[in-house]
C-alpha cells in the first residue's frame, strides 16, 4: 500500500506559477511511476505527465507541455509539478498518482493505469 498527500496548490493569477508537491509513504514508493492527472468541475479526470522510475523520462499533455515540469525526489519520496504561464483552463483538481507495475512504460496513463491515488490539491488560475 503507498499513501500520496498533494500539497501546494492555491489561488494564483494567469500567468503565475505554483508548484505542487507529493508526499509518498508506505511500500517502496521509489519502485514505481509516477504521474499526475487533473479533474476540472463537469469534465473527466485527464492525464497532465509522467515520470519514470528513474526520473528521466518524461512526458507531457499537449496542453501542459513547454508550461509544467514534472520531477521526483527519491530520497524525499516526494513527486513535483512546477506549473508555469498557467492559465484559466488549468483550474482544476490535480491529484497525484502512482501507476501500476504492470501498466509502466507508457507514454501517458489513463485512469485505469492507476494503482494508488492521492486526495487532490485545488488549483484555481483567474483571468
Known amino acids: 500500500q503507498v499513501q500520496l498527500v498533494e500539497s501546494g496548490g492555491g489561488l494564483v493569477q494567469a500567468g503565475g506559477s505554483l508548484r505542487l508537491s507529493c508526499l509518498a509513504s508506505g511500500r517502496t514508493p521509489s519502485i514505481y511511476a509516477m504521474a499526475w492527472f487533473r479533474q476540472a468541475p463537469g469534465k473527466e479526470r485527464e492525464f497532465v505527465s509522467t515520470?519514470?522510475?528513474?526520473?528521466?523520462?518524461?512526458t507531457y499533455a499537449d496542453s501542459v507541455k513547454g508550461r509544467f515540469t514534472i520531477t521526483r525526489d527519491d530520497a524525499k519520496n516526494t513527486l513535483y509539478l512546477q506549473m508555469n504561464s498557467l492559465k484559466p483552463e488549468d483550474t482544476a483538481l490535480y491529484y497525484c498518482a502512482a501507476v501500476r507495475g504492470d501498466a509502466s512504460g507508457k507514454f501517458y496513463y489513463r485512469a485505469e493505469d492507476i494503482a494508488y491515488w492521492g486526495q487532490g490539491t485545488q488549483v484555481t488560475v483567474s483571468s
Open positions: 515520470i519514470g522510475r528513474s526520473g528521466f523520462a518524461t
